[in-house]
């Protein structure tokens, strides 16, 4: 399986946007970059997914590098309520089924 | 709230007991998964079940043991617990197999003494 590297931790300061990158090196052509973040005490969330064009949601925006061997998730306003662990993983539709999780980025958000 | 349910929500049982965990996916979809998340080992997917089929198998012990009803609800069998089958085991659905957009539930958190 295509692996993801990301910090451990990071820290924003509330209403200020945030950028969380994600390195893929080596990504191959059929996987498609997925977010899911887990807020405490929670089970993962879907974020946001694409294949190499940028894509926008209500939670967030994913940038994708136009090599594909990285991508960023980018919270335009942090909140409170964005604290949590955000995963970066490969998914390749045509013959994936798990979700492989790695440690994920901790993100804390200062009031 | 994904709409996918997970029940019981706690479980504190003893080593060596039996237990089953409950999920019931969004409406409408029909693959379900499940993950166990521990201290150590992170995040993990255990198995995935399609229209009452077993679809994919991960790191799953043999202990353990899933099925899906024609309801297309899910159960998980945990057997002769040990200490560290401690965890929390989640639920995911998708409308259909090999979905990287999946629906998680609240969780079960198992407690075993």
């Known amino acids: 399986d295509a692996k993801t590297t990301q910090p451990n931790s990071m820290e924003s300061n509330e209403e200020e946007p945030v950028h969380l990158p994600c390195n893929h090196s080596t990504i191959s052509g059929t996987d498609y970059i997925h977010w899911y973040r887990q807020l405490p005490s929670q089970g993962p969330e879907y974020v946001i997914h694409g294949l190499t064009s940028n894509v926008n949601n209500r939670m967030a925006s994913l940038a994708i590098a136009e090599d594909r061997k990285s991508s960023t998730l980018i919270l335009h306003r942090a909140t409170l309520r964005d604290a949590a662990v955000y995963y970066c993983?490969?998914?390749?539709?045509?013959?994936?089924?798990?979700?492989?999780f790695g440690g994920g980025t901790r993100l804390m958000v200062k009031p | 709230d994904s709409g996918v349910t997970q029940t019981p929500k706690h479980l504190i049982t003893a080593t060596g007991q039996r237990v089953t965990l409950r999920c019931s996916p969004r409406s409408g979809d029909l693959s379900v998964y499940w993950y166990q998340q521990s201290l150590d080992q992170g995040l993990q997917f255990l198995i995935q079940?399609?229209?009452?089929?077993?679809?994919a198998k991960g790191n799953i012990l043999e202990r353990f043991s899933a099925q899906q009803f024609p309801d297309l609800h899910s159960e998980l069998n945990l057997s002769s617990l040990e200490l560290g089958d401690s965890a929390l085991y989640f639920c995911?659905?998708?409308?259909?197999?090999?979905?990287?957009?999946?629906?998680f539930g609240p969780g079960t958190r198992l407690t075993v003494t």
């Open positions: 993983i490969l998914f390749d539709n045509n013959a994936g089924n798990m979700l492989t």
């Open positions: 079940y399609y229209n009452g089929e077993e679809r």
């Open positions: 995911a659905s998708s409308p259909w197999g090999g979905s990287g957009e999946q629906y």
